[in-house]
């Protein structure tokens, strides 16, 4: 039974060892950020080197009973870690450069650019060409030819629809307008 005792004393101590690195972690964390917040977007840390000692770990082998001297010698160890974290915090490397903040009148220009740009790609209209025994077919003019081999054949007829069959062996296009009017174009 005594050692059951021992070795829930053992665990106690241990257990409340890592709750105080816990919460010294916590501060030192809260501490960074509200000194972030504090410091100027404007101004600059400096680098320096500050030499952390890693936060004291429970060790496994600890003693049986645990002073309350003892346990006074690891707080102050666990916020002296707690600083030093803070103090590397603060000393983070100055931001990369990069680009340069846009003023308004540039972003409005340069917003006013993009939506020219955007409305010429919107509208855009591939050029396709097939290149077929040594030859250059340009199918958007097979299809200029097409719809006026349709309206020199249907004067007073709109073409609401024209389906095109390409044969380059043959030299021919195909179409069918409308669902139903067949007709070849040479080219």
Do not use: C, W
């Not at 960074?32 to 400096?46: F, L």
């Not at 958007?140 to 380059?168: C, G, I, S």
């Amino acid at each position: 039974m005594a050692k059951k005792a021992k070795k829930a004393k053992k665990n106690k101590a241990l257990k409340v060892n890592k709750a105080d690195e816990a919460l010294a972690q916590k501060e030192a964390i809260a501490a960074t950020t509200e000194a972030q917040k504090s410091v100027a977007p404007q101004e600059v840390a400096k680098p320096s080197v500050v030499e952390t000692a890693p936060a004291p770990k429970a060790a496994k082998a600890a003693p049986a009973k645990t002073s309350s001297a003892t346990k006074a010698a690891k707080k102050p160890a666990a916020k002296k870690a707690a600083s030093a974290k803070k103090t590397a915090a603060k000393a983070e490397p100055a931001k990369k450069p990069g680009r340069k903040p846009m003023t308004a009148a540039a972003k409005a220009a340069n917003a006013k650019a993009r939506a020219e740009e955007k409305k010429k790609a919107d509208a855009m209209t591939p050029t396709l060409t097939m290149q077929y025994g040594g030859r250059d077919i340009d199918v958007k003019a097979l299809v200029q030819a097409a719809k006026d081999d349709f309206k020199a054949n249907h004067k007073r007829t709109l073409l609401t629809e024209l389906n095109l069959y390409l044969k380059p062996e043959e030299s021919t296009l195909y179409y069918v307008a409308n669902g139903s009017v067949q007709g070849k174009v040479q080219f």
